[in-house]
């Protein structure tokens, strides 16, 4: 991607081919500094061509020869998918947690889910923790150490589903009286259970099967997996 600007929200395109370069260089002094500033570059361009003039050059290269939209304008012009995050969590002999599809019996899941308006990602796979087994263990809790991240992976656009980024974080280790207040919500899920990840993998889909190995080797490393399109 060609980097522009800092400032994501404001896109550019190079200058129109008649736009001479000191009136390029001049709108990108006056975009440096607010028009009150004191800063000896604002200060000489406001000096030269005067405020107004320097606030009117500002705004018209900002609608025109730059091609600058508002966010409002620009923003629906973006590619958009979809956030989900997921908590994994063993029990004392190291096997992983999971969770049986109540809408798809033979798929493995882990809890976790959909990104709401106004969450970070371990903010929503916290929430969804809590709505899935009922509760949120003290280790994945505000309390205790910021779980690492596992897995960050990126799947490609698949109609009529958007592109999706996933975050998989390590929920820790529940004790036994944590394993016994694990309640589901039928709608959700019908069983749990605790298998080693060779026996999850074993069943599960190749990307399900290249997370779980992925997440288990960054626990091992103490490193970050990015898990690309193509699982690698």
Not at 105 to 126: F, I, S, T, Y
Not at 185 to 208: G, L, M, N, Y
Request: glycine share 10%.
């Amino acid at each position: 991607m060609e980097h522009h600007d800092l400032d994501p929200t404001r896109q550019t395109k190079a200058p129109d081919k008649h736009t001479p370069c000191a009136f390029a260089a001049l709108v990108s002094a006056t975009e440096a500094v607010p028009p009150h500033s004191t800063s000896p570059v604002t200060g000489s361009v406001t000096r030269r061509y005067g405020l107004s003039m320097a606030n009117e050059i500002r705004s018209s290269v900002s609608q025109s020869a730059l091609g600058w939209l508002p966010p409002e304008e620009f923003v629906p012009t973006l590619s958009h998918g979809i956030g989900y995050a997921a908590l994994l969590f063993h029990d004392t002999g190291g096997r992983l947690l999971g969770l049986r599809s109540a809408l798809d019996p033979p798929v493995m899941q882990v809890p976790g889910g959909l990104l709401d308006a106004g969450e970070d990602l371990l903010g929503c796979a916290r929430r969804e923790t809590v709505e899935e087994i009922g509760f949120l263990p003290a280790c994945a809790g505000p309390d205790a150490p910021e779980p690492q991240l596992l897995v960050l992976t990126f799947t490609a656009p698949r109609p009529p589903w958007p592109w999706k980024v996933g975050a998989f974080f390590d929920g820790g280790i529940l004790t036994d009286e944590e394993i016994g207040r694990i309640t589901l919500d039928p709608a959700e899920h019908t069983a749990h259970c605790f298998k080693s990840v060779a026996e999850w993998v074993a069943i599960a889909d190749p990307r399900r099967a290249a997370i779980l190995g992925a997440a288990t080797e960054a626990r091992r490393s103490g490193r970050t997996t990015y898990l690309a399109p193509d699982g690698s």
